[in-house]
C-alpha cells in the first residue's frame, strides 16, 4: 500500500543537526512532490518546505532558511530533511507528507498521504 | 506570505448537529488556469498525523463521510459537518497550496457539547 515511513525519535542538544528519513513505497517516487510539516508540542501545523523528487529542487520557509535542507535518494525511494543549529523551540513532531496526484501544471496539490511523525526533541 | 485564519478557534457542537468552521486567506487562492481554489481541509485527532478531507476547495477525499463538505472561493471557505458524529471530535486545519509557503490555518478545535 502506499505509504511514507519516517525515521525514529531523536533527543539533541542545542547547536547539533537532526536528519529525518522517510521512505515511500507503494507509488512512484519521483511523480509527487513531498513536504515537511512540523508541530511544536501543544501548537499547530508549520510547513517547513517542499522537495520534488524527480529534480531535487526545493523550498523552504524563510523563518528556517539556511538551517534546513531537503534532499532525496531516488534508488532508495526516501527523502531526507535536515536541520542544523538546533534551537530548543526546534522541538516538535516532523512530519513528511505527499502530495495528492493531479493533473494541474505547475501548481502545489494537497498532501494525502502523512507519514507517522518523528519526534525531535532538543533539551541541554 | 498569505495568512490563513480560521474561525472559531474552538467549539462545542451537539452530536447530530451542524458545525460550521471558516477560513479566510488573506489574499485569492483561486488559480487560474483551472478555476479552482488552492485550498485543503484536514482532521488530526490526538497522537496521529493529519488526515486530508476536502481539497480544491470542495472535493472530498475518497473514503471520507459524506457528511464533511466544504465551499467557498476566492479569500473565505468553509467546512461543514453536517450531522457531527464522537468521532469528529478532532482539530480541524485549512491549508492553502497556491503559493509556497504552503500556510495552514491556526486549527479549529471540535468538541460535543
Known amino acids: 500500500q502506499v505509504q511514507l515511513v519516517q525515521s525514529g525519535a531523536e533527543v539533541k542538544k542545542p547547536g547539533a543537526s537532526v536528519k529525518v528519513s522517510c521512505k515511500a513505497s507503494g507509488y512512484a517516487f519521483i511523480g509527487l512532490n513531498i513536504h515537511w510539516v512540523r508541530q511544536a508540542p501543544g501548537q499547530g501545523l508549520e510547513w517547513m518546505g517542499i522537495?520534488?523528487?524527480?529534480?531535487?529542487?526545493?523550498s523552504y520557509a524563510q523563518q528556517i532558511q539556511g538551517r534546513v535542507s531537503m534532499t532525496r535518494d531516488t534508488s532508495t525511494s526516501t527523502v531526507y530533511m535536515e536541520l542544523s543549529s538546533l534551537k530548543l523551540d526546534d522541538t516538535a513532531v516532523y512530519y513528511c507528507a505527499r502530495e495528492l496526484a493531479q493533473a494541474t501544471p505547475d501548481v502545489m496539490s494537497a498532501l494525502d498521504i502523512w507519514g507517522q511523525g518523528t519526534v525531535v526533541t532538543v533539551s541541554s | 506570505d498569505i495568512v490563513m485564519t480560521q474561525s472559531p478557534d474552538s467549539l462545542a457542537v451537539s452530536l447530530g448537529e451542524r458545525a460550521t468552521i471558516n477560513c479566510k486567506s488573506s489574499q485569492s487562492i483561486l488559480y487560474g488556469y483551472n478555476n479552482k481554489n488552492c485550498l485543503g481541509w484536514y482532521q488530526q485527532k490526538p497522537g496521529q498525523p493529519p488526515k486530508l478531507l476536502i481539497y480544491w476547495a470542495s472535493h472530498r477525499e475518497s473514503g471520507v463521510p459524506d457528511r464533511f463538505s466544504g465551499s467557498g472561493s476566492g479569500t473565505d471557505f468553509t467546512l461543514t459537518i453536517s450531522s457531527l458524529q464522537a468521532e469528529d471530535v478532532a482539530v480541524y486545519y485549512c491549508?492553502?497550496?497556491?503559493?509556497?509557503?504552503?500556510?495552514f490555518g491556526q486549527g479549529t478545535k471540535v468538541e460535543i457539547k
Open positions: 522537495i520534488s523528487p524527480g529534480g531535487g529542487s526545493t
Open positions: 491549508q492553502q497550496y497556491y503559493t509556497t509557503p504552503a500556510t
